[in-house]
């Protein structure tokens, strides 16, 4: 596994798959957080800017790969913070007609989990994710939910005092891609339609610095993306064309990605 340090950045360049993803520190910037950054093995590469746009989507791959094998701890519930950046089930992109079927679909499933969490004292559901943010990034530092809105929910509706959680020291912009690609990849309560294709929308956003790379310079396919999102290749191949002519600034600020700053 080999790493770029770009501009204070640490991206992953190339996953061993053989080999694993392991948490370790690295040296990039002074954190004084205790949980594991994105890995690196023991040497660091200068890349050039194209090598840094094709291993984009990689490392938000390595990402959610890392979180999946990171070791899960208790973490008191007053120490987890939420943001609405990192939340792709906004309920304003819902068409009206749909609106009360997915409020009473999230409501149950929180229900669901607190059921789980009361019918034994020890009970525990799968651990939520969190990024600890350091404080040279645009929100305060802390830990921030990237996956789990409704088990946090359903932990406190059962007066549960610690959640068991993954913990990823992240970037804010790394924590924001992952909280849109986790929520699109086997959930029991699926986005709407609407979520799903701006989840997409903004992940083609970040990856194609809102319309300026072709797709495949950051090793991503039409195909890819449709099938990471649930969407089709036309509709994707559609926003890719639209992108470059889209000027943010002639947005409401409600149509607005509170965390990417790019229309919804």
Not at 105 to 131: K, M, N
Not at 143 to 149: A, E, F, P, Q, R
Not at 208 to 228: D, F, K, M, N, Y
Request: aromatic fraction near 6%.
């Amino acid at each position: 596994m080999q790493v770029i340090d770009l501009e204070g950045c640490v991206i992953l360049v190339h996953l061993l798959a053989e080999e694993g993803i392991f948490c370790r520190r690295v040296p990039s910037a002074p954190r004084s957080s205790s949980f594991p950054l994105v890995s690196s093995k023991h040497r660091k590469l200068r890349a050039s800017p194209m090598t840094t746009y094709k291993e984009t989507a990689m490392r938000y791959d390595a990402v959610m790969k890392q979180f999946k094998h990171a070791p899960t701890r208790l973490i008191p519930l007053g120490d987890i913070r939420t943001h609405d950046a990192l939340q792709p089930r906004v309920a304003r992109l819902i068409p009206f007609k749909d609106k009360g079927r997915a409020e009473e679909s999230s409501e149950q499933h929180i229900v669901t989990f607190r059921y789980v969490l009361e019918a034994t004292e020890d009970g525990q559901l799968d651990p939520i994710w969190l990024a600890d943010i350091g404080s040279a990034e645009p929100v305060e530092a802390g830990l921030y939910l990237v996956d789990g809105h409704h088990r946090l929910k359903a932990y406190r509706q059962a007066n549960r005092q610690q959640v068991p959680a993954c913990v990823l020291a992240l970037d804010w912009r790394t924590a924001l891609v992952v909280s849109k690609l986790v929520n699109c990849t086997g959930r029991s309560l699926a986005l709407h339609n609407e979520q799903r294709r701006d989840a997409a929308w903004q992940y083609l956003a970040d990856l194609t610095h809102r319309g300026a790379i072709e797709l495949p310079s950051v090793g991503e396919s039409l195909r890819s993306v449709a099938a990471r999102f649930g969407i089709s290749k036309s509709t994707v191949s559609s926003m890719l064309t639209n992108m470059p002519h889209v000027i943010a600034t002639e947005f409401h600020t409600l149509a607005i990605d509170p965390g990417t700053g790019w229309p919804r």
